[in-house]
């Protein structure tokens, strides 16, 4: 049986539903026994795609939203920009997600690189990404890649709740790209 082809390409405000459904389906799929059952089962598709539409409608300078998606559907998108961090020309990763059925395949790979293309060409020369300490999946596949790992770090997450996150950073975003 062949593998899967995918396609990587720049979203707009018509993708939002989709973009919506793989962060819904993502998110439960990653985060169960990581987040709250309650705030999972709460998360909502329309929000959203409200979101997703605003934000590809009106998009910063800087900022990047990447697609990937099969012949049938959009299975998985990276967004980026500058960084949170007041570091000089440091971008930042602040999503990047694949329903469970599109991992494996190289397209994570794919996306992230991608993003650090696009923001290299806007001037960033190194990159990061955060992702909760435990959620070790993640967490390999960034080590895998290159990034050192930082001192987790205490966040407030949904609901309130404490959670520890890990910053993985590129000190020179070529290398992932």
Known sequence: MAEPQFVVFPAGPTDADAL?????????????????????????EAAHARRFARALGRPGLDEVTLAAA????????????????????????STLYLVRAAQGFG???????????ALAARGATSLMISVLRDNHPARRFYEHLGGEAETPRQ?????????????????DIRAIT
């Open 70 to 93: 099969d012949r049938f559907d959009i299975l998985g998108y990276a967004q980026g920009g500058p960084s949170r961090r007041p570091v000089p020309g440091e971008a930042e990763v």
């Open 107 to 117: 397209l994570g790979r794919r996306l992230l690189a991608g993003t650090a293309r």
């Open 20 to 44: 919506a459904w793989v962060h819904v389906s993502a998110w439960r799929e990653t985060y169960r026994d990581l987040l709250p059952d309650a705030f999972l089962a709460r998360m909502s």
């Open 155 to 171: 966040e407030r997450g949904p609901g309130g709740a404490l959670l520890f996150e890990v910053t993985y950073r590129w000190a």
